[in-house]
């Protein structure tokens, strides 16, 4: 039901942008810029795929920053605005009601620890959850063999957009968990604009509220009953442990390779492995399925690469305006990194740890004189753009809602590299 109004307010809006005949899809490409590559430890494939035929068909080093027009024959109008929020809005709030009823415990403490941020207000930007059902309709295509009917107690379609809700809500409460979880560890104080959990009602409490969120989790996952999505989601959580770890180990290597590889870990993993899911769940095939992964992959190591850059900034563009929180944490994110390739004495400072205010002083003068920032940035554009590419190869489909939801997709990746919160 909510998802047929989310298809026909889908309709509606692409009534108003895609009327007429015939209409190509392309891409400009505007960003000139070779940017430096890395390699971590995923599949990674199909985005290599996608960056040898964007080489062969569209030029590399030309990285589309994803300004996409419309051709209409002869004549070319720039689409109009579209905000991907607003196309899954019904369906976010049906998710968000469908978390709360998910959340109910026996014991009065555990339930208000639980749903502590899922109530109305303190539920976030709601990223994972909007990209995942715009994923769903984005993956509406034929498929070579639909499971048959009987394995899933219903008939294929009706039931599939209700099994990759079932993923979005999944995907969001194993990140609510993380979260929980996460200020324990960093002994923090807010989230959300809001006290923590492990603040207002103590670490004991958070730890038992994201334990029993994950079990929650688990069970819906459980019932989905497709083993494949079952163990992606079980890596997920292995990772997000492992990612966390990474981090709070203070190494001596100190390398890009190895933060890439702690990001994916940490961020990357759940929206990347979720997507993957709601391509399996779909009955799509291996490429499909890895096109999605990538799509999260490269969206999830963009987001957190801004993230980076934002603790140093905030809202502004000047240094220092940011909470610097990581790097009063000991924890050292890409723009020091790259600051590191350019002066190499900034490794003694790094070395020492941030313990000491004046060493934060010091290191944010050496970052000051870099182009950390700057390259930081570049890179978040490289993998937002990577996974915009990563929409452009799937199958074609001439199917309006298919079409407006690979568009929000793309529209995603820019939203993600310019924010400033
Ligand atoms: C209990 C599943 C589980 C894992 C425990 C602590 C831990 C292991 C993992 C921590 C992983 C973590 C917190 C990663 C941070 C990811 C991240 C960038 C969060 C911020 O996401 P936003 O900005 O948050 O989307 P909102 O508040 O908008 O949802």
């Known amino acids: ?91 976010l709030s049906f998710i968000a009601n469908n978390l709360r009823a998910m959340v109910i415990a026996e014991v009065p403490k555990l339930a208000s620890g639980a749903e502590y941020f899922f109530k109305m207000g303190v539920e976030g930007k709601r990223f994972r959850p909007t990209v995942l059902l715009l994923m769903s309709t984005a993956l509406n ?21 209700s099994r990759q809700q079932r993923i979005a809500e999944i995907t969001e409460m194993i990140h609510v968990a993380s979260l929980l ?12 604009g809001i006290g923590s959990l492990n603040f207002v009602m103590g670490n004991k409490l958070a730890v038992l509220a994201g334990d029993f969120l994950l079990s929650r989790a688990c069970v819906a996952l459980a019932s989905l009953k497709n083993t494949e999505v079952v163990s992606l989601l079980a890596k997920v959580v292995e990772h997000l442990v492992t990612g966390e770890t990474m981090q709070m180990s203070t190494t001596s290597d100190q390398s890009m390779e190895y933060y890439m590889q702690k990001t994916y870990y940490k961020t990357a993993s759940l929206i990347s492995n979720s997507c993957k899911a ?32 934002l603790d140093f900034t905030g809202t502004s563009a000047s240094l220092g305006k940011g909470s610097l929180s990581d790097i ?53 554009i490289k993998h937002a753009d990577l996974a915009a590419a990563a929409i452009d190869s799937l ?27």
């Open 328 to 380: 009063r944490h000991g924890i050292v994110t890409a723009p020091i990194l790259f600051a590191m390739e350019e002066f190499p004495q900034l490794r003694t400072v790094v070395d020492e740890g941030f313990d000491n205010p004046e060493n934060v002083d010091i290191a944010l003068e050496y970052l000051g004189k870099s182009r950390g920032i700057q390259r930081t940035r570049e890179l978040a």
């Open 181 to 192: 979880h996460d200020d324990v560890l960093d002994d923090a104080d807010t989230r959300r």
């Open 141 to 161: 295509l034929p498929i070579p063999k639909p499971p048959p009917s009987n394995d899933l107690g219903g008939t294929f379609t009706a039931d599939l957009r």
């Open 395 to 421: 199958p074609e489909s001439d199917d309006g809602e298919v079409r407006l939801s690979r568009r929000a997709l793309v529209d995603l990746t820019q939203r993600v590299i310019t924010r400033t919160k």
């Open 278 to 309: 709601i391509a399996i769940l779909a009955g799509q095939t291996a490429d499909v399925a890895m096109l999605a992964f990538d799509y999260g992959k490269n969206l999830g190591l963009a987001f957190q690469l801004i993230d980076d850059v």
């Open 1 to 91: 039901m909510l998802f047929h109004r989310g298809l026909s307010r889908i309709s509606r809006n692409l009534r108003g942008s895609l009327n007429g005949t015939r209409r190509l899809l392309s891409i400009q490409e505007q960003n000139h810029q070779s940017l430096q590559s890395h390699h971590y430890h995923t599949p990674t494939g199909s985005t290599a795929k996608v960056m040898r035929s964007l080489a062969f068909s569209k030029g590399l080093p030309a990285l589309h920053s994803s300004r996409y027009q419309i051709h209409d024959q002869s004549s070319s109008i720039s689409e109009e605005e579209l905000d991907p929020f607003s196309l899954v809005a019904d369906e």
